[in-house]
């Protein structure tokens, strides 16, 4: 064969290795309302920009028949490409071929671009969608998911790991987007389960559907295994767009700086948003709104542990990680599901250099036997540990209530915020004054003739001498008094001075955090 027929020869081969599982698996898949897996990626990144390999990998088990089944590209598809201008390494699972089922060889693909990713410092995304390990592949589908987890643990901190979830994600599969950074699901598509409805009947006797067990919004409200939520395959590939505008390439790079923007103060006015009195919440999602840049802000686990926001905005044109407390939601109490939620997340921001800005008003840590029991203690302790590792810089902003064990973990000086602002409003004492005056006064209401004036009084007085930011200022606890309106110029400052922020921790194999 000449040039020109081994051309031809080259296109005929690359026709029958894109046609995936044919028109009826391919019809199949549509009819559920979802992309093929190579629509997924041309949907997902910049035009014209992926560029595919190991298209020609076939798998090389022979049991059960396999050695006569032709499965192109062994059922994922891989290779690399720019998302919003980010240069990406990319896998997407395709359903159509076996069901996207992992073998040796497709997990070999997966690995070798999970490998590229770490070696080139670029995001790394995975598309999901698959039936699990290769049942006909025995053991070596099992060491294919080990060397996937191993890489996604080397990788972790150093690239950011996106996982998207587009169909099944069965037994230990699930494991690989849980060590990701990102996991993206989709209403009615993605499924994630360690053990399917068939197995839980089986074993238990109970019934449930795929959705209820590990449908998208269980993932989202009651797991947390999945911090966005959409409702189509096109609204989530636009989310993790957002997203990767967000944050940097790698860890030794800082996120792109966008255009300076202020924020829409018409919407979004501080002295508005904060209700006269001081017992009536406000969503402090409209706060950071006020602060952020075009009033711009990404929440991450929006509908899971609702009593503290996460997410990025911008200040200035460069990427923050704002983590408040929602009166909204519980007063804005820290416990278990917050505490995993916020730590995690900080963690991530410490990570790949972005600044935190913490946003503080709660009462304290959950009391009752339920988080206690739940591991409230362990799981508190989280946060504790996440604000201290940081060495990103770190500035708090403490708005009203910041009572107790709340007060230190929320990324108090103590933790070495490298500045601490506080509002007028700001109330921060061992505990709230009610419970205060009732303690410390017990004796004196018991004997009181009027008890219930009695403790009005003292509580007014405990108020009057604890409740404010002034005794924490005097003790330089506080960097300064700040008028809300003016807490985002006086942020954006002390980010800017502390731009070249430079400290290391003890030096050590690693800490031991409360995992
Ligand atoms: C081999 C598989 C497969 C698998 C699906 N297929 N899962 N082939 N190994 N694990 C094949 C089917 O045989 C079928 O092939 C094609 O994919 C499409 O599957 P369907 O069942 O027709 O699709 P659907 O009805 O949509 O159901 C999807 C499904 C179901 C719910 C995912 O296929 C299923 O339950 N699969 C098994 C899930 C599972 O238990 N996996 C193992 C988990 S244990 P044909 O040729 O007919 O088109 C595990 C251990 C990993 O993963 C541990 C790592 C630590």
Redesign the pocket.
């Known amino acids: 064969m000449g040039l020109k027929e081994k051309t031809s020869d080259l296109k005929k081969r690359m026709r029958n290795a894109l046609k995936g599982?044919g028109d009826k698996?391919i019809k199949k898949q549509k009819a559920i309302g979802k992309l093929t897996a190579r629509e997924r990626i041309i949907a997902l990144l910049d035009p014209k920009s992926f560029h595919e390999y190991d298209l020609f990998v076939e798998h090389a088990a022979k049991d059960f028949d396999m050695d006569k089944k032709y499965l192109p590209g062994d059922g994922v598809i891989t290779g690399t490409g720019m998302l919003s201008g980010h240069p990406v390494c990319i896998y997407a699972q395709d359903?159509t071929v076996?069901?996207g089922?992992?073998g040796w060889m497709h997990a070999k693909k997966i690995t070798k671009i999970m490998d590229h990713a770490l070696k080139l410092k670029v995001p790394l995304i995975g598309i999901n969608d698959s039936?699990?390990?290769?049942?006909?592949e025995g053991v070596n589908?099992?060491a294919g998911?080990?060397e996937i987890?191993f890489r996604n643990t080397l990788a972790s901190g150093v690239i950011p790991q996106i996982s998207v979830i587009l169909g099944?994600c069965?037994?230990?599969?699930v494991?690989s987007p849980a060590l990701t950074d990102f996991v993206f699901v989709v209403e009615n598509i993605s499924k994630m389960f360690i053990t399917?409805p068939e197995v839980i009947k089986t074993v238990l006797g109970e019934e449930i559907s795929?959705e209820a067990l590990g449908g998208a919004r269980v993932h989202c409200e009651t797991t947390g295994n999945a911090h966005f939520f959409a409702r189509t395959e096109e609204e989530c590939f636009s989310q993790i767009k957002n997203l990767v505008s967000y944050i940097p390439w790698n860890n030794k790079r800082k996120a792109e700086k966008f255009p300076k923007k202020s924020p829409k103060t018409r919407t979004y006015n501080i002295e508005n948003i904060i209700p006269a009195d001081a017992r009536e919440p406000y969503d402090v999602r409209d706060i950071i709104k006020a602060l952020s840049d075009d009033s711009l802000f990404l929440e991450i686990m929006e509908l899971f542990a609702q009593n503290i926001v996460i997410g990025f905005g911008r200040m200035d044109g460069e990427t923050v990680g704002f983590v408040a407390n929602q009166p909204l939601v519980l007063a804005g109490v820290l416990d278990v599901d917050s505490s995993d939620k916020a730590a995690r997340f900080i963690r991530y921001c410490d990570a790949f250099n972005i600044p935190l800005v913490t946003l503080v008003d709660l009462p304290g840590y959950l009391p009752g036997a339920d988080q206690e029991h739940a591991g409230v203690i362990r799981h508190g302790a989280k946060i504790l540990y996440a604000y201290s590792e940081a060495t990103v810089p770190k500035i708090t902003v403490i708005m009203r209530k910041a009572y107790g064990g709340g007060y230190i973990a929320m990324c108090s000086h103590h933790l070495r915020a490298d500045f601490v602002f506080a509002w007028p409003t700001a109330e921060i004492a061992v505990m709230g004054p009610e419970g205060a005056a009732n303690i410390i006064f017990r004796k004196e209401i018991f004997a009181s003739d009027n008890p219930d004036e009695f403790r009005k009084q003292k509580v007014e007085e405990y108020k009057e001498k604890f409740a404010n930011p002034y005794v924490a200022a005097a003790y330089g606890y506080i960097d300064a008094v700040i008028e809300p309106a003016e807490t985002r110029k006086k942020l954006i400052r002390a980010l800017e001075i502390s731009k070249e922020k430079d400290i290391s921790n003890p030096k050590k194999k690693h800490g031991i955090p409360p995992f």
Do not use: E, H, K, T
């Open positions: 599982g698996a359903f076996a069901g089922s992992l039936g699990g390990a290769r049942i006909q589908s099992l998911y080990g987890f099944p069965a037994g230990g599969a494991y399917g795929m």
